[in-house]
């Protein structure tokens, strides 16, 4: 083997052996805690707070769905979003959201569960 090509295989050994793995965060690296309800039916609105958690060994984001369901169990609306926006949020660290205007107010909503549904790094 020409000695350049070897120098050349041992730099890029070196290089790969030296950086860190980035693996793709879970979905299951990521929490919600602190989630509350608070409807307003005065104002015909609804807050739905919480923070979001970053469980990875790296910069991430998630994205989450909220449902709202009726008494029944129906489904009466779900909606998707991303509490950081296009911002990593570090490992450990934490982002507060607020998806209720992201809702219209409905008197039958009477239970909510939320869920991570996706992550990436931007």
């Given at each position: 083997?020409?000695?350049?090509l070897?120098?050349v295989?041992?730099?890029?050994?070196?290089?790969?052996s030296?950086s860190p793995?980035?693996?793709?965060c879970?979905?299951?690296?990521?929490?919600?805690?602190?989630f509350?309800?608070?409807?307003n039916p005065?104002l015909?609105?609804?807050?739905?707070?919480?923070d979001?958690?970053?469980?990875?060994s790296?910069?991430?984001?998630?994205?989450i769905?909220?449902i709202?369901?009726d008494g029944?169990?129906?489904?009466?609306e779900?909606?998707?979003?991303?509490?950081?926006g296009t911002a990593?949020?570090p490992?450990?660290?934490?982002?507060?959201?607020?998806?209720?205007?992201?809702?219209?107010f409905?008197?039958?909503?009477?239970?909510?569960?939320v869920?991570i549904?996706?992550?990436r790094q931007?």
């Amino acid at each position: 083997m020409h000695p350049r090509l070897c120098l050349v295989a041992a730099c890029a050994a070196i290089l790969l052996s030296a950086s860190p793995a980035h693996a793709d965060c879970a979905t299951s690296a990521f929490t919600v805690t602190n989630f509350k309800v608070t409807p307003n039916p005065q104002l015909n609105r609804i807050s739905l707070k919480g923070d979001l958690v970053n469980q990875c060994s790296t910069p991430a984001a998630a994205q989450i769905r909220i449902i709202a369901k009726d008494g029944s169990g129906k489904v009466i609306e779900s909606e998707d979003g991303w509490p950081a926006g296009t911002a990593n949020i570090p490992p450990s660290g934490s982002v507060s959201f607020d998806l209720g205007p992201m809702f219209r107010f409905n008197p039958d909503m009477s239970s909510f569960s939320v869920a991570i549904v996706s992550v990436r790094q931007w």
